[in-house]
Protein backbone atom coordinates (compact mmCIF):
# COMPACT_ATOMS: atom_id res chain seq x y z
CA UNK A 1 0.00 0.00 0.00
CA UNK A 2 1.16 3.47 -1.14
CA UNK A 3 1.71 5.36 2.08
CA UNK A 4 -0.50 8.59 2.11
CA UNK A 5 1.84 11.49 4.02
CA UNK A 6 5.41 11.67 3.06
CA UNK A 7 6.24 14.26 6.21
CA UNK A 8 4.68 14.24 8.92
CA UNK A 9 4.55 16.35 12.64
CA UNK A 10 3.70 13.76 15.49
CA UNK A 11 2.71 15.84 18.87
CA UNK A 12 3.57 13.52 21.36
CA UNK A 13 1.63 13.91 25.17
CA UNK A 14 4.19 12.89 28.02
CA UNK A 15 1.38 11.18 29.38
CA UNK A 16 2.07 9.06 26.27
CA UNK A 17 5.22 7.81 27.37
CA UNK A 18 4.66 7.37 31.33
CA UNK A 19 2.00 4.88 30.15
CA UNK A 20 0.46 3.32 32.98
CA UNK A 21 3.00 4.62 35.69
CA UNK A 22 1.42 8.54 34.68
CA UNK A 23 4.26 10.14 36.08
CA UNK A 24 7.94 10.34 34.60
CA UNK A 25 8.73 7.85 32.11
CA UNK A 26 7.83 4.05 31.39
CA UNK A 27 10.88 2.48 29.50
CA UNK A 28 8.63 -0.10 27.86
CA UNK A 29 6.24 2.31 26.48
CA UNK A 30 8.95 4.82 25.23
CA UNK A 31 10.44 1.94 23.51
CA UNK A 32 7.34 0.61 21.91
CA UNK A 33 6.12 4.77 21.16
CA UNK A 34 10.00 4.09 19.53
CA UNK A 35 9.47 1.44 17.16
CA UNK A 36 6.22 2.50 15.29
CA UNK A 37 8.14 6.05 14.88
CA UNK A 38 11.27 3.78 13.46
CA UNK A 39 8.31 1.28 11.63
CA UNK A 40 6.96 4.52 9.52
CA UNK A 41 10.59 6.01 9.05
CA UNK A 42 11.58 3.04 7.22
CA UNK A 43 8.79 3.26 4.89
CA UNK A 44 10.16 6.64 3.84
CA UNK A 45 8.25 9.45 5.71
CA UNK A 46 10.02 12.07 6.99
CA UNK A 47 9.53 12.38 11.04
CA UNK A 48 9.37 15.46 13.30
CA UNK A 49 8.11 15.08 16.73
CA UNK A 50 7.30 18.10 19.48
CA UNK A 51 6.47 16.00 23.06
CA UNK A 52 4.64 17.32 25.67
CA UNK A 53 6.19 17.14 29.61
CA UNK A 54 2.76 16.91 31.58
CA UNK A 55 4.40 13.21 32.62
CA UNK A 56 6.87 15.98 34.95
CA UNK A 57 5.34 19.03 35.47
CA UNK A 58 2.44 21.41 33.67
CA UNK A 59 3.15 24.98 33.82
CA UNK A 60 -0.72 25.59 34.63
CA UNK A 61 -0.77 23.69 37.78
CA UNK A 62 1.87 25.63 39.51
CA UNK A 63 -0.17 27.89 40.81
CA UNK A 64 2.30 29.32 43.62
CA UNK A 65 4.67 29.85 40.99
CA UNK A 66 5.15 32.75 38.93
CA UNK A 67 3.76 31.94 35.45
CA UNK A 68 6.60 32.27 33.21
CA UNK A 69 8.65 30.59 35.35
CA UNK A 70 5.88 27.27 35.92
CA UNK A 71 6.11 27.71 32.46
CA UNK A 72 10.12 27.59 31.95
CA UNK A 73 10.22 24.56 34.42
CA UNK A 74 7.06 22.66 31.95
CA UNK A 75 9.46 23.43 28.93
CA UNK A 76 12.52 21.72 30.70
CA UNK A 77 10.28 18.64 31.33
CA UNK A 78 9.64 18.41 27.56
CA UNK A 79 13.10 18.89 26.95
CA UNK A 80 13.67 15.27 29.77
CA UNK A 81 10.95 13.79 27.14
CA UNK A 82 12.63 14.28 23.82
CA UNK A 83 16.06 13.00 25.01
CA UNK A 84 14.26 10.17 26.50
CA UNK A 85 12.67 9.12 23.13
CA UNK A 86 15.67 10.10 21.04
CA UNK A 87 18.06 7.12 23.48
CA UNK A 88 14.86 4.64 22.84
CA UNK A 89 14.72 5.51 18.98
CA UNK A 90 18.94 5.36 18.60
CA UNK A 91 18.71 1.82 20.66
CA UNK A 92 16.82 0.59 18.17
CA UNK A 93 18.90 1.91 15.15
CA UNK A 94 16.47 4.95 13.93
CA UNK A 95 18.80 8.07 14.11
CA UNK A 96 17.69 10.96 15.71
CA UNK A 97 17.99 14.63 16.70
CA UNK A 98 16.85 16.23 19.51
CA UNK A 99 16.47 20.56 19.29
CA UNK A 100 15.30 22.74 21.77
CA UNK A 101 14.05 25.97 21.70
CA UNK A 102 16.21 26.83 24.59
CA UNK A 103 19.94 26.56 24.00
CA UNK A 104 21.61 23.55 25.83
CA UNK A 105 24.10 22.91 24.32
CA UNK A 106 25.18 19.98 26.44
CA UNK A 107 22.57 18.08 25.57
CA UNK A 108 21.11 19.15 22.24
CA UNK A 109 20.91 21.47 19.39
CA UNK A 110 19.40 24.93 19.51
CA UNK A 111 16.46 25.00 16.87
CA UNK A 112 17.65 26.16 13.93
CA UNK A 113 14.66 25.56 10.59
CA UNK A 114 16.82 25.31 8.23
CA UNK A 115 19.35 22.45 9.88
CA UNK A 116 15.82 20.71 11.17
CA UNK A 117 14.61 20.60 7.42
CA UNK A 118 18.16 19.15 6.74
CA UNK A 119 17.94 16.09 9.14
CA UNK A 120 14.38 15.61 8.01
CA UNK A 121 15.70 15.19 4.62
CA UNK A 122 18.57 12.89 5.32
CA UNK A 123 16.08 10.55 6.95
CA UNK A 124 16.51 11.41 10.47
CA UNK A 125 13.69 11.70 13.11
CA UNK A 126 14.08 15.37 14.67
CA UNK A 127 12.62 15.66 18.29
CA UNK A 128 11.31 19.28 19.30
CA UNK A 129 12.13 20.35 22.64
CA UNK A 130 11.52 23.69 24.74
CA UNK A 131 8.02 24.33 23.54
CA UNK A 132 8.17 27.61 21.53
CA UNK A 133 11.38 28.72 24.13
CA UNK A 134 8.57 31.58 25.30
CA UNK A 135 5.84 31.45 28.09
CA UNK A 136 2.43 31.26 27.82
CA UNK A 137 2.16 28.92 24.40
CA UNK A 138 1.14 25.07 25.00
CA UNK A 139 2.97 22.09 23.12
CA UNK A 140 -0.18 22.11 21.26
CA UNK A 141 0.92 25.63 19.99
CA UNK A 142 4.74 24.42 19.53
CA UNK A 143 2.93 21.31 17.21
CA UNK A 144 1.11 24.10 15.00
CA UNK A 145 4.05 26.13 14.74
CA UNK A 146 6.79 23.63 14.02
CA UNK A 147 4.58 22.16 11.53
CA UNK A 148 3.78 24.92 9.24
CA UNK A 149 7.83 25.71 9.65
CA UNK A 150 8.48 22.11 8.62
CA UNK A 151 6.48 21.99 5.88
CA UNK A 152 4.53 18.66 7.35
CA UNK A 153 1.41 17.51 5.24
CA UNK A 154 -0.15 16.75 8.70
CA UNK A 155 -0.09 17.41 12.58
CA UNK A 156 -0.63 14.05 13.95
CA UNK A 157 -2.18 14.03 17.54
CA UNK A 158 -1.49 11.32 19.45
CA UNK A 159 -4.14 11.14 21.83
CA UNK A 160 -5.31 8.31 24.66
CA UNK A 161 -8.75 8.45 22.62
CA UNK A 162 -8.57 6.60 19.44
CA UNK A 163 -10.86 10.20 18.00
CA UNK A 164 -12.81 13.14 18.49
CA UNK A 165 -15.65 12.72 20.25
CA UNK A 166 -18.97 15.55 20.79
CA UNK A 167 -18.30 14.55 24.41
CA UNK A 168 -16.50 12.38 26.63
CA UNK A 169 -17.12 8.33 25.54
CA UNK A 170 -16.34 7.51 28.91
CA UNK A 171 -19.23 9.55 30.57
CA UNK A 172 -21.61 9.58 27.99
CA UNK A 173 -22.35 6.22 25.54
CA UNK A 174 -24.28 8.66 23.25
CA UNK A 175 -21.25 10.69 22.19
CA UNK A 176 -20.74 10.86 18.77
CA UNK A 177 -17.77 9.66 17.00
CA UNK A 178 -16.41 12.16 14.18
CA UNK A 179 -14.54 11.11 11.27
CA UNK A 180 -13.91 14.65 9.98
CA UNK A 181 -14.15 17.88 11.32
CA UNK A 182 -13.32 21.61 9.81
CA UNK A 183 -10.72 23.75 12.25
CA UNK A 184 -13.91 25.92 12.35
CA UNK A 185 -15.87 22.81 14.11
CA UNK A 186 -12.90 22.49 16.53
CA UNK A 187 -13.17 26.17 17.26
CA UNK A 188 -17.00 26.75 17.51
CA UNK A 189 -18.07 23.34 19.17
CA UNK A 190 -15.47 23.84 21.97
CA UNK A 191 -14.24 20.13 21.53
CA UNK A 192 -11.00 20.48 23.47
CA UNK A 193 -8.95 18.74 20.78
CA UNK A 194 -6.01 21.53 21.23
CA UNK A 195 -6.07 24.51 22.61
CA UNK A 196 -7.47 27.70 20.47
CA UNK A 197 -4.50 29.29 19.67
CA UNK A 198 -3.09 26.46 18.56
CA UNK A 199 -6.24 25.17 16.13
CA UNK A 200 -6.70 28.82 14.96
CA UNK A 201 -2.61 28.50 13.71
CA UNK A 202 -3.55 25.22 12.00
CA UNK A 203 -6.49 27.00 10.36
CA UNK A 204 -4.50 30.08 9.40
CA UNK A 205 -1.26 27.67 7.48
CA UNK A 206 -3.82 25.28 5.87
CA UNK A 207 -2.39 22.57 7.75
CA UNK A 208 -4.58 19.09 8.64
CA UNK A 209 -4.81 17.70 11.73
CA UNK A 210 -5.08 13.94 12.47
CA UNK A 211 -6.21 12.88 15.76
CA UNK A 212 -5.94 8.46 16.87
CA UNK A 213 -4.93 6.61 19.69
CA UNK A 214 -1.16 5.79 19.41
CA UNK A 215 -1.31 3.27 22.45
CA UNK A 216 -2.75 0.46 19.75
CA UNK A 217 -0.37 -1.10 18.19
CA UNK A 218 0.26 -0.13 14.15
CA UNK A 219 -2.23 2.30 14.39
CA UNK A 220 0.89 5.09 13.33
CA UNK A 221 1.12 2.76 10.16
CA UNK A 222 -1.76 2.75 9.32
CA UNK A 223 -2.77 6.33 9.77
CA UNK A 224 0.54 7.12 7.60
CA UNK A 225 -1.31 4.62 4.95
CA UNK A 226 -4.84 6.85 5.18
CA UNK A 227 -6.62 3.91 6.70
CA UNK A 228 -9.86 5.48 9.00
CA UNK A 229 -8.32 5.09 12.14
CA UNK A 230 -9.52 8.50 13.99
CA UNK A 231 -10.47 12.10 12.72
CA UNK A 232 -9.06 14.19 9.78
CA UNK A 233 -9.77 17.90 10.85
CA UNK A 234 -8.87 19.99 7.73
Keep these: MA ?5 VLIKLSGEALAGDDRFGVNPDMTLKTAAQIKEIRDAGVEVAIVVGGGNFFRGRTGKSIDRPTADYMGMLATVMNALALQDSLLSIGCEAKVMTAIEIRDMAEGYSRRKALDYLNEGKVVIFGGGTGSPFFTTDTTASLRAAEMGAEVLLLAKNIDAVY ?25 LKVMDLTAATLCKDTGTKIYVFALAEEGNLMKVINGENVGTLIK
Design 3 to 7: IKYKR
Design 166 to 190: SADPKLDPNAERYTELTYMDIIEKD
